[in-house]
């Protein structure tokens, strides 16, 4: 007798259980539930839409082939029910209650086995004006559409709620189109559950070059109405005031448990759906995946809520393998993700140095601002990698990047060191492919691991910018020693009365007049001249001599620039 499946949700991981499945086993009875209108879409491409980068709305959708019920059932082999909402999971008769919401009819359909794919929906905060006209959310292509018309009729100013990935997209988008755009975000600084401070005050300035307003520290309290029902600015309960004429909720997004708390099933510590590495909820008969559930993060074994489409995908396939019993396990995930902001390129994966220090890890980091390619093929742009490792065994613990350089395929190659535990030895030593058109001669991501090598080694002697500048607040006895060519120096540096100049090229001999007892942090551009520098002074008998991770290409504190 042929195995009937049941799968709530339409839109990624209900979807490719489906399709996976049926090409594993032609006889299975699959039937996809969904309660929107709309199918498998493509949700990560929505800030581009509204950017109009993607111009067409139905490319959102599939293009030139829709992905509605007739496309499933005449391409993929299974039979989707769109605007029919499941109401109720009855485990002991294995049936769920679905309702047509088109029609108000009800019915129960049976299953042998059952997949929730109920995936996750925009947090909607308790504050005032919430429903006030101008006010969005993000969730679904309608959404995209509405907030796109709003632009293309005028909307000028932009506030939106949150800083977070979906906060930082959008925020691109608006600007992109000419509007002036405001982010508000709660914590000190953006990103905060991906970037560390200094990366976030990075990503920060350089949105702040492009126009957009920056405020931190306070959550938005209310949205503010006209007083004929139109939002007109966001008051944080600091009390700034943003004017606004239209507001975006980017505060991120819940789990939808709703069915499975119901059902009885476990629920997690991150409040998502548990499941085992088979993707099994606490009923063996019901799998679960996509953004509904918690994952497992490879590093820590720690739950962790990682919504995304990519993660959803992986999920389906692991699932229909499951169902057709091969036991495929599910082994979890790095913490990888990775946006755009206008030409920003920006990425992590693993841990910051923040978390990892809070696991008790001895980190060691780097920061190393490279060419994404050689600098001689035009167009050639920076990317800066802050790379973390434990100091004792040398594994690469965390990866960030950002800037308009190709940072992101070196996410993608620290992602794979940490998914296989490789040092930062091993990162040196991969084959990695070289042409100047696509990297330098030692890959930008190898760099860093060199640096981060030779710190573990007792050979470089770094500083990071969050420790400099704790020392340019202090009163703190040390010199900063500019090794920039002296047209460089005056062009532009650092202002406190601890700077001195010293061309590379004249530290041999004019060492003497620098004093011996005190700390010694050497700075240029990008920082191999700085290393350099370090190293001389080193050989020298200055004990103390450091150089500045990053140098002024990756300095975040421009206040300390003159």
Not at 196 to 223: C, F, H, T
Not at 237 to 266: C, F
Request: overall charge negative; proline content about 4%.
């Amino acid at each position: 007798m042929a195995i009937k499946v049941l799968i709530i949700g339409g839109v990624a991981a209900g979807p490719k259980t489906a399709a996976r499945l049926r090409r594993l086993d032609p006889d299975a009875e699959i039937t996809v539930i969904e309660r929107q209108d709309l199918l498998s879409y493509a949700g990560c491409g929505m800030p581009y839409y509204i950017e109009d980068i993607i111009t067409e709305y139905d490319e959102l959708l599939g293009g030139a082939t829709i992905r509605d019920a007739e496309y499933f059932r005449d391409q993929k082999g299974f039979t989707v029910f769109d605007q029919t909402e499941a109401l109720k999971i009855n485990r002991k008769a294995k049936t769920v209650t679905v309702k047509d919401l088109r029609t108000g009819e009800t019915r129960d359909l049976p299953y042998d086995k059952l997949v929730l794919a109920t995936g996750a929906s925009p947090f909607v905060p308790r504050m005032e004006g919430t429903e006030l006209n101008g006010v969005h959310r993000l969730y679904n292509p309608h959404h995209a559409e509405a907030i796109k018309t709003a632009v293309n009729l005028g909307c000028s100013k932009v506030a939106v709620v949150g800083g977070g990935l979906i906060g930082m997209e959008t925020c691109g988008a608006f600007v992109a189109r000419g509007c002036k755009t405001s982010v508000l975000e709660m914590m000190p600084t953006l990103v905060p559950n991906l970037l560390d401070e200094e990366m976030a005050q990075l990503l920060e300035n350089y949105l702040v070059s492009k126009g957009v307003e920056i405020v931190k520290g306070s959550p938005a309290a209310r949205i503010l109405d006209d007083g004929h029902g139109n939002a007109v600015g966001v008051e944080t309960a600091d009390g700034r005031i943003v004017e606004a004429d239209m507001v975006i909720l980017a505060i991120g997004v819940r789990p939808n448990t709703e069915l499975a708390v119901e059902a009885g099933l476990e629920i997690g510590s991150t409040r998502a759906i548990a499941v085992n590495e088979y993707l099994q909820t606490s009923d063996p008969d019901i799998y679960a995946g996509g953004d509904c559930v918690e994952c497992t993060n490879i590093l820590t074994g720690e739950k962790m809520f990682a919504p995304l489409g990519s993660t959803a995908n992986k999920h389906g396939r692991v699932i229909a393998d499951n169902i057709h019993g091969m036991e495929m396990k599910f082994p979890g995930v790095g913490g990888t993700a990775v946006f755009k902001v206008l030409d920003y390129n920006c990425g992590t994966t693993g841990l910051t140095e923040k978390k990892a220090k809070s696991l008790g890890y001895d980190t060691v980091t780097t920061i190393t601002p490279r060419y994404d390619y050689s600098s001689y093929i035009p167009g050639a742009k920076y990317t800066i990698i802050k790379l973390i490792a434990d100091r004792k065994s040398c594994k690469l613990l965390g990866c960030q990047v950002l800037g308009e350089g190709d940072g992101v395929k070196r996410i993608d190659v620290a992602a794979t060191a940490i998914k296989f535990g490789s040092n930062v030895k091993g990162i040196a030593d991969l084959d990695l492919g070289y042409a100047p058109a696509y990297s330098t001669a030692i890959d930008a991501i190898q760099h860093s691991a060199n640096v981060i090598r030779n710190k573990i080694q007792g050979i470089a002697f770094g500083v990071s910018p969050i420790e400099l500048k704790a020392k340019l607040d202090s009163d703190e006895d040390f010199i900063l020693l500019d090794i920039r060519r002296k047209d460089e120096f005056e062009a532009g540096g650092f202002k406190d009365k601890r700077v001195m100049n010293m061309p590379l090229d004249e530290i041999k001999t004019r060492h003497n007049e620098l004093p011996q007892d005190k700390e010694i942090i050497t700075y240029c551009v990008i920082g191999v001249r700085a290393y350099i520098s370090q190293r001389m002074l080193t050989g020298l008998g200055f004990e103390k001599a450091k150089y500045l991770d990053g140098c002024i290409t990756s300095w975040p504190y421009t206040e300390y620039l003159r």
